[in-house]
């Protein structure tokens, strides 16, 4: 188990993270709704599935494996999820993952704010030596979103889960390994803020 603290809330001029609560369930249905060109691990929440899909946010957070956050576009609304997970105190080291976002906020600052916000948390607050993020190979929109705020690649997972693509059917996912250590923290930081100040 986790002995870090619960998650904070995380506030910048773009975009406000904090815990994800039951009570978001319809306005996360509302941002998810539409737009998305890929499948994604564990599903997008449906009608039918975002129950059971909020039961396993709540239990990986009870367990200290995961810490889930509504993302909170600059007019309060909610514009999708993120989260840290595959958490691991011992180590150092967390993930940042799950990060869907309703079509009228990509490409905005709200993604390059989020994360500096996280990986600021992540390093500067949680102390841990290693950020990794991971998707799917397939995924070149998101691909480009993480090397442009300065992770490393370090390898594909190859056949490393099964997808179930509505309009496809099954396939096996490659996973592309991402990181971000301490000591490249800085430099990052730098980096952000002149994306965001662009």
Same mark, same amino acid.
């Given at each position: 188990?986790?002995?870090?603290?619960?998650?904070?809330?995380?506030?910048?001029?773009? /975009?406000?993270?904090?815990?994800?609560?039951?009570?978001?369930?319809?306005?996360?249905? %509302?941002?998810?709704?539409?737009?998305?060109?890929?499948?994604?691990?564990?599903?997008?929440?449906?009608?039918?599935?975002?129950?059971?899909?909020?039961?396993?946010?709540?239990?990986?957070?009870?367990?200290?494996?995961?810490?889930?956050?509504?993302?909170?576009?600059?007019?309060?609304?909610?514009?999708?999820?993120?989260?840290?997970?595959?958490?691991?105190?011992? %180590?150092?080291?967390?993930?940042?993952?799950?990060?869907?976002?309703?079509?009228?906020?990509?490409?905005?600052?709200?993604?390059?704010?989020?994360?500096?916000?996280?990986?600021?948390?992540?390093?500067?607050? =949680?102390?841990?030596?290693?950020?990794?993020?991971?998707?799917?190979?397939?995924?070149?929109?998101?691909?480009?979103?993480?090397?442009?705020?300065?992770?490393?690649?370090?390898?594909? =997972?190859?056949?490393?889960?099964?997808?179930?693509?509505?309009?496809?059917?099954?396939?096996?996912?490659?996973? /592309? /390994?991402?990181?971000?250590?301490?000591?490249?923290?800085?430099?990052?930081?730098?980096?952000?803020?002149?994306?965001?100040?662009?």
């Amino acid at each position: 188990m986790s002995h870090w603290p619960e998650a904070p809330v995380l506030c910048g001029r773009h /975009v406000t993270l904090r815990p994800l609560r039951r009570a978001d369930r319809d306005d996360l249905l %509302a941002a998810l709704s539409t737009g998305f060109e890929h499948t994604f691990a564990g599903g997008l929440p449906t009608a039918q599935t975002i129950d059971g899909w909020l039961d396993r946010v709540e239990a990986e957070t009870a367990a200290g494996r995961a810490q889930v956050f509504a993302v909170l576009d600059a007019n309060g609304a909610v514009a999708g999820t993120t989260r840290y997970m595959r958490m691991n105190a011992a %180590a150092r080291r967390v993930e940042i993952g799950t990060t869907l976002y309703a079509p009228r906020v990509r490409r905005t600052g709200l993604n390059t704010e989020a994360k500096k916000l996280l990986l600021g948390h992540a390093f500067d607050v =949680l102390g841990v030596y290693c950020v990794q993020i991971r998707t799917d190979v397939l995924n070149h929109t998101s691909r480009r979103a993480i090397e442009r705020i300065g992770a490393k690649q370090d390898g594909i =997972l190859r056949g490393h889960t099964v997808m179930h693509d509505p309009d496809y059917g099954e396939r096996r996912r490659e996973t /592309v /390994v991402y990181s971000i250590l301490d000591i490249e923290w800085p430099g990052i930081r730098r980096h952000l803020d002149a994306l965001l100040d662009r």
